[in-house]
């Protein structure tokens, strides 16, 4: 294991694994290749949005299963919306932190994606909403 895959799996508390398979050769780790949200970010901003009572950060990978695209998202205190910057949505309730596009062969990092890629949920969960906020701007029209 490399030195960027063991800062990743360190830093995230899920134990989020990427993984590449090909058909007739060994299943390769491919973990190294997503971009963190400290690079998007910076740690500056990170640390500021953890200050403010943010989460730290997290993937958002409920569209694998239609798209080949996940998010980086960090969220915050639900009382306590972050005020409005460059990568705030949802009324400061959410922030930003890249998309990750699986392009067939690597992950490409991303700052926005189009509505194709990122679909919103035909019914979203109710606990959910901010899956389809409507001040999304990472979000482009198709």
């Known amino acids: 294991m490399n030195h960027c895959a063991d800062s990743l799996t360190s830093r995230l508390s899920s134990g989020l694994r990427a993984y590449r398979k090909v058909a007739g050769q060994p ?3 491919v973990t190294a290749q997503l971009t963190p949200p400290e690079q998007v970010l910076g740690k500056v ?3 500021r949005y953890e200050q403010l009572g943010a989460s730290g950060p997290f993937l958002d990978d409920s569209r694998l ?4 695209v996940a998010r980086w998202i960090v969220e915050s205190d639900p009382e306590n919306p972050l005020p409005k910057d460059a990568h705030t949505f949802d009324s400061g309730n959410y922030v930003h932190a890249g998309f990750l596009l699986w392009n067939g062969d690597h992950f490409e990092t991303r700052a926005t994606v189009p509505a194709t890629l990122w679909p ?3 019914d979203p969960p109710q606990k959910d909403p901010w899956r389809c906020p409507k001040d999304d701007i990472f979000v482009t029209p198709p």
Do not use: Q
């Open 27 to 29: 299943i390769e780790d």
């Open 45 to 47: 901003a990170l640390k």
């Open 65 to 68: 299963d239609t798209v080949p």
């Open 120 to 122: 919103c949920p035909v």
